[in-house]
T-cell receptor, first 109, second 116 residues
Framework: GQNIDQPTEMTATEGAIVQINCTYQTSGFNGLFWYQQHAGEAPTFLSYNVLDGLEEKGRFSSFLSRSKGYSYLLLKELQMKDSASYLCAVRDGDYKLSFGAGTTVTVRA | DVKVTQSSRYLVKRTGEKVFLECVQD?????MFWYRQDPGLGLRLIYFSYDVKMKEKGDIPEGYSVSREKKERFSLILESASTNQTSMYLC???????????????FGPGTRLTVL
């Protein structure tokens, strides 16, 4: 089976940096995705990593280490609108994604 | 922009009823997926389809079936709804260009189903 772990909740202050870790043990690996989901809304794509290293996209960066089965999503210069759930997902074949339970980030003023 | 729509945002059904959840995508995507999302469990894949009339079981297919008669439409069917099927149901689609990059899944807004 697939096992994808991420913290349940994190709280940070506006303007700060937060790092959300994701560890995975899957039968195969064909890329790791991060999605953002605001309460009551659909998940939306944030980032994709398939090779080791850091991918930067504005205030958001995502890192992958395949040998360690580890990824993190880094959110910089936090804004109130970043309060959401962040979902880590691994594609282990051609189509399927396996998701972690999600990390709820609360940004305080 | 990719648009994935679902037939209802909220649905209330009674135990034993047959329930149809419809999903339509407008980007000519090959792949379509049905998930359910429950607190503390994340998204779990029920069924997916990589072509018209093709379907594959996901991780939790029991109690569900699917239909894909047209490329743009993927239906989830609860043959006899039960209270443990109360959940948020999310549909997604992706282009199907596996091996060529991210092949991102795009999600619909979800249907919150309550079975009484």
């Amino acid at each position: 089976g697939q096992n994808i772990d991420q913290p349940t909740e994190m709280t940070a202050t506006e303007g700060a940096i937060v790092q959300i870790n994701c560890t995975y043990q899957t039968s195969g690996f064909n890329g790791l995705f991060w999605y953002q989901q605001h309460a009551g809304e659909a998940p939306t794509f944030l980032s994709y990593n398939v090779l080791d290293g850091l991918e930067e996209k504005g205030r958001f960066s995502s890192f992958l280490s395949r040998s360690k089965g580890y990824s993190y999503l880094l959110l910089k210069e936090l804004q109130m609108k970043d309060s959401a759930s962040y979902l880590c997902a691994v594609r282990d074949g051609d189509y399927k994604l396996s998701f972690g339970a999600g990390t709820t980030v609360t940004v305080r003023a | 922009d990719v648009k994935v729509t679902q037939s209802s945002r909220y649905l209330v059904k009674r135990t034993g009823e047959k329930v149809f959840l419809e999903c339509v995508q407008d980007m000519d995507h090959e792949n379509m997926f049905w998930y359910r999302q429950d607190p503390g469990l994340g998204l779990r894949l029920i069924y997916f389809s990589y072509d018209v009339k093709m379907k594959e079981k996901g991780d939790i297919p029991e109690g569900y079936s699917v239909s894909r008669e047209k490329k743009e439409r993927f239906s989830l069917i609860l043959e006899s709804a039960s209270t443990n099927q109360t959940s948020m149901y999310l549909c997604a689609s992706s282009s199907g260009t596996s091996g060529s990059g991210a092949d991102t899944q795009y999600f619909g807004p979800g249907t919150r189903l309550t079975v009484l």
